[in-house]
């Protein structure tokens, strides 16, 4: 089992080496990411114009983040119209006091919560046990994960680093009893369990896929209905969200909710779709009596402000996790940080900072899966390639800065060019055996580790050109 | 400046600082871009994407027919406690009465008070409720919380019975929302008009987090019926 | 447009694309002082590096004729990227709209300008055929393996994950070699199971990653890029 498991880490290439050789990590995200591109794949494929609508979606993000305060505005007036509060979270440790403010004040000791990345972001778990009270996380992969006091790896699926039979191992050491390491028997049992969190809860936490400015709505995407059960059965209800979350009117809502479950699994919508719009109503049976609203900033609006705006457009789906090659190949846990793959690697240097996290930008061929899977089209290989230029602010000059810049000028100068060309063929020819290379030396080791490096021809294209220049002219 | 103030100043100069001058995103129109509807027949359709989703669906001609499924599900699940919603469909049906006739305990929604409802929420066996609409192209229920219609009819039993009629299909999931907005004639704004809680349900409860394997049931229903009257 | 990589590596993959575009009527023209379109100094951050190898490149191409490239990369770069870089601009961002609206990739080249499918090629063997990951970008689908549909005689067969990148992605293959490797192993392990003795890709970085790895597997696969199959007769 991965040591990365249980916290945030900058040791990107330590917990690469570690996943590449974990055979059981490498077997679970095969069949994850294939079964969910596969999903992706004819989502899109069965929805008419998914192509343009996903270019509305987009544009409906764009339009949205460049007037977000005013959407803002009316997200709050909207919710306080229905009898809820919205509280103002500038950083993480604002949101954790709102929170354990907000229960403290409605006597709550124990707390479910419905799968929140957000939550996991400020790190609220540990704030509100410190506050003295209880608090169980749902979502059956979410629970398991946190019994066995690990992190998620994967947006939709956070367990999918583990087994059933370390899952059994987990579960059993919680009830006390030795489970089978059969799925169902498992699931039941943390259905049981769960139950019992649900029924005996006085507070609901949950995140938000989306919150209408026009109506107050905040809109849940589950499919285990653990979303639903905690904004039904617990006293009050709180919701954080970051702001990039809201989107302008109730019409813009199914235009994300048709694209959202068929980019992360395939599926027209996922199993439950809750739209929650203000506390319960006077003579309703069920619901919270009480609706918050924690908007967080928490580092976006540094972002919103930047040339890494297109990154708030993400919807959370995960597409991007399940098209990336490398995300493939070293799981979410390596990322280091709350969010992993494609836009994790965008994400943790921007929330955390650029300077912690100075391998993620590169840990990409920016083969651009990730863009077309993308529900929303985000540019994502540019992106890391803008923090790779941001990188360079940091350090002015290095050996490497100064072998692009002459490489660069030896680029711009054909004569230079011809010259260079000849040399390499000089030097690395004799080395070379039927024309290629075993071994090359420095940062090229790094290619010869897995494979064969060509050698210059000994005629290049320019060299041929006069020859059919000339037949040209016949 | 309260932290309200100071965090809306934050975003405000966020959007000034990086919007690009001469660049302007307007809030588009969809124009029709996305709508799948539900082709000639929207009852097919939903059947379809339905039971692709793991939901069961029977169809009946008349309330007799009716009546007569809703007691083979319940002697099939072996059903003791049943939860019976308020809705007019299932008054019209009679089906408190003809149940309780076959000696089955029938806890009315009506009956229960918000402050002991939890109780029979968690200890019935099925949950018998009807629905507000069904989306054909998504294959989903569309259920409005309401005094008569508590969510936890639909969520916490481990088994539900949704009954419906043909007419409360709609083709496709925007024009629910389209509908959603013809509530506003009732009430005065949209916002007013939607209730506490809407939800959509696909199909039963699922979950993959082992192995990817599916298991039904965990947390909400493992099990849904449709009863679609065709009358 | 040869490119650095088709200029000094792959020499063969240029004079293959010239006769083939001379056999179907085209004027070719090479314009000597092009090197590289600053592709790997653009994906590296060094972006005033990048912007002035785009500079170099409008210039040498900076006749009003069509430019064709038998690289799916390097046409993304000048068609996706150079407007991009220059954006700012007032002189050059025009300039680099206009090269990038001129250049085509080879495969597009071939159905969307000169509008044909089969370019009466004949190529005997059994082939398999890897996407490279700029074609996803140019917004280009299934054209090269149309136009490899029509060659004579040449068997296609599929390959598993054609369309999953194959770990060049140029410096990336040589700062995470574990990765990487991992991602060239396994596309040479599905070339391997295709039964194909061809391997058909479209961008010289493609071939020169999968054709090292072939080569350390032993593996007896002839790699041709899209162009020298279509030039045979």
């Known amino acids: 089992m991965n040591d990365y498991a249980r916290h945030e880490h900058h040791d990107f290439p330590g917990a690469v080496h570690q996943a590449l050789a974990d055979e059981p990590l490498q077997a679970a995200l095969v069949r994850l990411t294939g079964t969910l591109m596969a999903g992706n794949r004819r989502g899109y494929a069965a929805l008419a114009d998914s192509d343009r609508l996903r270019d509305h979606a987009k544009q409906i993000k764009e339009h949205t983040l460049a007037h977000l305060d005013n959407y803002l505005e009316q997200l709050e007036a909207s919710v306080v119209k229905l009898g809820g509060k919205v509280h103002w979270a500038a950083s993480a440790e604002d949101a954790r006091a709102i929170i354990v403010d907000i229960a403290r004040q409605s006597s709550c000791k124990r707390a479910v919560k419905s799968k929140s990345m957000t939550s996991e972001e400020i790190h609220l778990n540990r704030a509100l046990e410190k506050a003295g009270l209880e608090v169980t996380e749902t979502d059956f992969g979410e629970f398991i994960l946190q019994v066995a006091g690990e992190r998620p790896s994967h947006l939709v699926a956070p367990a999918v680093h583990h087994t059933r039979e370390s899952v059994a191992r987990v579960l059993s050491k919680y009830v006390g009893d030795d489970l089978p390491d059969d799925p169902k028997t498992l699931a039941l049992t943390g259905r049981r369990i769960l139950r019992q969190e649900f029924h005996q809860a006085d507070l609901g936490i949950t995140g938000a896929n989306f919150a209408v400015a026009e109506t107050g709505t905040v809109v849940l995407v589950t499919n285990e209905g653990n979303g639903r059960l905690t904004t039904t059965c617990p006293r009050v209800h709180v919701a954080l969200m970051g702001m990039e979350k809201v989107i302008p009117r109730l019409a813009d809502l199914p235009v994300f909710l048709k694209l959202l479950a068929r980019a992360a699994t395939g599926q027209t919508l996922s199993v439950y779709t809750t739209l929650i719009t203000g506390p319960r109503r006077p003579g309703e049976l069920d619901g919270p009596e009480e609706f918050h609203l924690v908007i967080l900033d928490n580092g976006r609006s540094r972002i919103l402000a930047g040339p890494f705006r297109e990154s708030l457009e993400c919807i959370r789906c995960g597409a991007c ?80 800065h100064l072998a692009y810049k002459l490489w660069s000028l030896v680029l711009r100068k054909p004569r230079l060019y011809r010259l260079a060309l000849r040399f390499a063929r000089m030097l690395l020819g004799p080395l070379a055996d039927d024309g290629w290379l075993k071994r090359l030396p420095g940062p090229g080791a790094g290619w010869t580790h897995a494979r064969d490096f060509p050698v210059p021809a000994s005629r290049s294209f320019r060299d041929r050109w006069r020859e059919l220049y000339a037949k040209k002219e016949k | 400046m309260t932290s309200r103030e100071a965090f809306l100043d934050r975003v405000r100069k966020a959007v000034a600082a990086g919007n690009r001058a001469g660049i302007v995103h307007p809030l588009p129109d969809r124009n029709g871009v996305g709508y799948q509807g539900a082709g000639s027949d ?180 493992g099990t849904v019926h449709v009863l679609m009257l065709d009358s | 447009m040869v490119t650095c990589l088709g200029d000094a590596l792959f020499p063969d993959v240029g004079v293959a694309t010239v006769k083939l575009l001379r056999r179907l009527g085209v004027d070719v023209d090479f314009p000597p002082s092009q090197t590289c379109c600053g592709q790997p100094h653009f994906n590296s951050g060094y972006h005033d590096e990048a912007r002035k190898l785009a500079m170099h490149t409008i210039r040498a191409f900076g006749h009003d004729n069509l430019v064709v490239t038998p690289s799916g990369s390097c046409a993304a770069m000048v068609k996706l990227e150079y407007p991009h870089l220059l954006e700012n601009d007032l002189v050059w961002h025009g300039r680099a709209e206009d090269l990038a609206r001129r250049t085509h990739e080879l495969s597009d080249f071939l159905i969307h300008v000169l509008g044909v499918e089969d370019v009466g090629a004949r190529c005997p063997g059994k082939a398999t055929y890897h996407m490279a990951c700029h074609l996803r970008g140019l917004g280009l689908k299934d054209e090269p393996e149309r136009l490899l549909g029509k060659v004579k005689d040449l068997e296609l067969v599929p390959l598993e994950r054609f369309d999953e990148c194959c770990g060049f992605g140029g410096s990336f293959s040589v700062r995470f070699p574990g990765i990487s490797g991992a991602m060239v192993e396994d596309k040479a392990g599905f070339i391997d199971k295709s039964g194909a003795d061809i391997l058909v890709a479209t961008d010289a970085g493609c071939l020169m990653n999968i054709l090292g790895r072939l080569r350390r597997r032993g593996s007896k696969i002839r790699p041709m890029h899209l162009a020298q199959v279509l030039e045979k007769t």
């Open chain 1, 321 to 400: 996790l399940n098209a990336c090659p490398v995300y493939r190949r070293i799981g979410g846990h390596a990322y280091g940080g709350v969010y992993s793959g494609p836009i994790g690697s965008i994400l943790t240097p921007l929330y955390d900072s650029v300077s912690n996290n100075p391998e993620l930008p590169h840990a990409s061929s920016l083969c651009g899966a990730c863009q077309a899977a993308c529900p929303v089209k985000i540019n994502i290989p540019r992106m890391l390639i803008g923090l790779r230029e941001v990188q360079h602010h940091h350090r002015t000059s290095t050996w490497e």
């Open chain 2, 42 to 221: 929207p009852l097919e359709r939903f059947e379809i994407e339905w039971k692709a989703a793991g939901g069961q669906l029977h169809l009946l001609h008349d309330a007799d027919a009716a009546r007569a499924k809703v007691l083979d599900l319940i002697q099939t699940h072996q059903v003791r406690k049943i939860l019976l919603g308020s809705d007019p469909l299932l008054t019209t049906l009679d089906l408190q009465q003809f149940l309780q006739q076959r000696g089955l305990e029938v806890i009315k929604v009506q009956d229960l008070e918000a402050a002991t409802s939890p109780e029979p929420f968690f200890a019935a066996d099925i949950g018998i409720s009807g629905v507000d609409f069904l989306i054909a192209e998504t294959g989903s229920l569309v259920m409005r919380s309401a005094p008569n219609q508590p969510r936890s009819i639909s969520l916490l039993p481990p088994v539900h019975i949704a009954i419906a009629e043909r007419r409360q299909l709609v083709p496709d999931l925007f024009d629910l929302f389209h509908k959603t907005s013809e509530f506003s004639q009732d009430f005065g704004s949209l916002a007013s008009a939607l209730p506490s809680c809407l939800t959509l349900i696909t199909g039963p409860s699922k979950t993959g987090d082992i192995e990817l394997r599916l298991v039904t049931g965990v947390h909400g229903p």
